[in-house]
């Protein structure tokens, strides 16, 4: 089945910093999303995306899928916005596949 | 509304007790999900069901059995469980089966005695 990398897996910032996380899948998708999970364990969806750039406010993403990775940029980084970060995707299966995550915390 | 609901929030039982775990969705979606996700994991694909049609994945044992009694509810029963079906079950749902945004409840919180 398809295989799903997620970098870094652990990351601490500064209030107010930028980060960019990153995602690798193993095959072709016709499926990628980007969800937040928060502190009380509800997923938060952030970004549909197979292809191409999306941005909503201080977050945007970039999939480019021939070269199958996606990318996640977070500006101006907030303490809400600490949590674990999930790429999911599906390759035309009934599979749903989700990353193994990246943790971020963001520091007053 | 993106809303999809879950019932109960948390939920302890032991091995030898039936249970079930209630999800719903007024969004007209087609496609249902349930997954199971153990602490600092990722979520699991348990099952899915979409137009009427229920895929497993083959991984999950007999005493977890969903159930679709119409299109914006999705139960999962439980029977027999043990101590390491303890986990968070999420249930999602989509508009269109695997090309389409899913949307997730906010779980339920098991623990299996």
């Known amino acids: 089945g398809i295989q799903v990398e997620q970098s870094p897996p652990d990351l601490i910032l500064q209030e107010g910093a930028n980060s960019t996380l990153r995602c690798n899948f193993s095959?072709?998708?016709?499926?990628l999303q980007w969800f937040h999970q928060n502190p009380w364990g509800q997923l938060i969806n952030l970004f549909y995306i197979p292809s191409g750039t999306k941005q909503n406010g201080r977050l945007s993403a970039t999939t480019v899928a021939t070269e199958r990775y996606s990318l996640l940029y977070i500006s101006s980084s907030q303490t809400t916005d600490s949590g674990v970060y999930f790429c999911?995707?599906?390759?035309?299966?009934?599979?749903?596949?989700f990353g193994p995550g990246t943790r971020l915390s963001v520091l007053p | 509304d993106t809303e999809v609901t879950q019932t109960p929030k948390h939920l302890v039982m032991g091995m030898t007790n039936k249970k079930s775990l209630k999800c719903e969705q007024h969004m007209g979606h087609r496609a249902m999900y349930w997954y199971k996700q153990k602490a600092k994991k990722p979520p699991e694909l348990m099952f899915v069901y979409s137009y009427e049609k229920l895929s497993i994945n083959e991984s999950v044992p007999s005493r977890f059995s969903p159930e679709c009694p119409n299109s914006s509810l999705l139960n999962l029963h439980l029977h027999a469980l043990q101590p390491e079906d303890s986990a968070l079950y999420l249930c999602?749902?989509?508009?269109?089966?695997?090309?389409?945004?899913?949307?997730f409840g906010p779980g339920t919180r098991l623990t299996v005695l």
């Open positions: 999911a995707v599906d390759n035309y299966g009934q599979n749903f596949v």
């Open positions: 999602a749902s989509s508009q269109y089966l695997a090309t389409d945004t899913q949307y």
């Open positions: 095959d072709s998708v016709n499926n």
